[in-house]
C-alpha cells in the first residue's frame, strides 16, 4: 500500500497550540513541507519570534532561533552572514514585522540579504488578545478600537508587500492565502519558490500569507474564511509583486 | 595606537572575524578600523540600521558559533540591552564595548563613567549578568580584548568592556604580543544546521511553563556563582600602610595614582584598589583590604555608582566615601588629594 500522506519531517510530532480554525498550522505544514522537498532539512535554519507563532522553534523540527520582538531580520542576517551556504528563514507575525519590527525588514531587504521572512498576516495582535495590528482593516473592531479602526486615530493599515516591492535588494515578495484549498496550494507554491530564489542567492524574499484568526476576530472558523476572502482580499490583493529568477507560479 | 584602534586590533587577534554596529561618538574610530581591517582578515564588517539591529545580528552571529562583536556608547548601549538580556537568557558568547559618555539622555560625548550601573546591575530585563571588563590604558584595552572573547566563550556569557572617551581618544604604546594563541573552543551547541551536529540545535531564552523557566534561571545563577570567586580581578597600588584607601576604576584611577604619590610625599599613607573586572565585583580583595582605621574612598566619574559595591565588600568594616566629576569633567587629582586630606583629618562626610 502507498503512503499518501504524512506529517513532514521537519515537523515535530507534538500538538499545535494554536485556537481552532486558526491558519498558523497550515502556514507552517507548507513551510514544513517545502523544506523537505528541497531536502534542506539539515541546512536550514529557522527565526522565531515574538506573539502566538513563538511555538515554531519548538514545532519545526531543524535547528531554530528564539529571535526578540521584531528583530527576526536582524537576527537572521547575522546567522546567514556567519553561514552564507545555509537557508536562513524568519516565521513572523504581522505585529512583530509589519509594526516593531518595521525597520528590521525594510532593511534586510534594501541589503538584499539573502534570507525569506514568511510574515503572517491576520490583521490583530492574537497572543495578547486581539488588539489593533498594523495591518487590521478600517472600520475593524479590535480590543483597542472597540468601535472600529478610525484612520483619523490609527492611520491606515500597511501593505508590506507593497512597501517592498521597489527596493532593489528584494528579490521576490509574494502575497497569497489560506483561505481554500487552491490558495494554499498557491501559497506553498511562492514558499517554496522564496526559498529557492534564496538558495541561488538572487536576494532577499518575503511570503505574506494572508491568515485567520476566529478567536479575536469572534467569528466561527467558516465566518473567518469568509471574512478573509471578502474584507481582507480587496484590501490586501494577492499575487507575485517581485520575481527575480525562476518561472511564474 | 590610538585607544579604539588598539581595541580593534586586539578583536581581530582574539579571532573575531565580525562586527556590526551603528556610529556613535566617541567610538566611531572603532569602526573605522575594523571597516578595514576586518576584510583583510576575511572577516565582515556590517553597518546595521540601528544599535537594537546591531546587537541582534550579534544574536545571530554568535548562535552561528562565530567570534562576534559590537561596539557604542550610552544612549546605544541603552537601545541594546533587550538584546543584551536575551543573549545572556539564551547563553550566547559575544563582546560589547561600551565607551561611555556623559548622560542621561542624550547627554554628551565626553568621558563619564555613569553606566556602572547598566553594566553591572543588569540593565536589560531578568536575573542576569555580564561580565564587565574595566581597562584604564590602550595597552589594556588590547588585551582585554583577547580576555573578553575568551572569558564569552568559557561561560557561553556576553561580555562587555567598559571605557571611556578619553581611553578611546588616548594614544599610547602598545605591545602586540605574537605568541598569542587563538583558541576557539568547539561549540556544539550552535545552531549551524542538523547536518553539522547531532538532533536538533535551539537557541532560545523562552520558557513557558514557570517550573521549566526556573530550572533555567537556577542554572543561570549556578553559572554566575561559578564567576563571581574565580574571575575578580583587581590590582594594588601603594596598598601597604595605607589608611586611606582609594578605590578606582579606568581613568579615575590613573587620576587617583597620581593622587597616591601626592599625597605620600605629604606623609599622608594613601594607597589605591583598582577593580579590573567590575562584574565579578573584587569583593574578596577589598573585603580583606578593610581593617584596622582604614577609610574608603572611591572616586568615579559618576554620582557615586560603584561605591554601593564597595560598601558591600567592606560590610560596615569602614567607612566608605565618595568623590565624583560629573558631565565629561575630569576629576582634577589636587581636588582629589584636598578631598583625601579632609577625610584623613577626621573631615567625614559632607
Redesign the interface.
Known sequence: MKKMFSRPKSLKDIPFHYCPGCTHGIAHRLVAEVIDELDI?????G?GSVGCS?ST??YF????????HG?GP??????????PD?VVFTYQGDGDLAAIGT??FI?AATRGENITCIYINNAVYGMTGGQMAPTTLLGQKTKTTPFGRDKDVSGFPIKVCEILTPLEGAAYVARVALHNPKSIIKAKKSIKKAFEIQIKGLGFSLVELLSTCPTNWGMSPLEAVKWLEEKMIPYYPLGEYKTCGGGDL | MKGNDAIGEGAVRAGCRYFFGYPITPQSELTHYLAKRLPEVGGLFLQAESEVASINMVYGASAAGARVMTSSSGPGISLMQEGLSYLAGAELPCVVVNMMRGGPGLGNIAPSQADYFQATKGGGHGDYRLIVLAPNSVQELFDMMLKAFDLADKYRNPVMVMADGIMGQMMEPVIIRDEYEVQIPPKPWAATGMAYHEGKNLINSCYVIPDEMEIHNLELQKKYNEIRPREQVCEDFMLEGAEVVLVAFGTASRICMKVVEKARDKGIPVGLIRPITLWPFPEKYIGEAAGGDKIFLTVEMNMGQMIEDVKLAVNGKAPVYHYGRLGGILPDARDVLTEVERLYRGGGAR
Do not use: P
Open positions: 532539512r539539515g541546512t536550514t535554519i527565526v513563538f522553534i519548538s523540527d531543524i535547528d531554530m532561533l528564539q529571535g526578540s528583530r536582524a537576527v537572521a542576517t547575522g546567522l546567514k552572514r556567519v553561514l545555509r525597520g528590521e532593511h
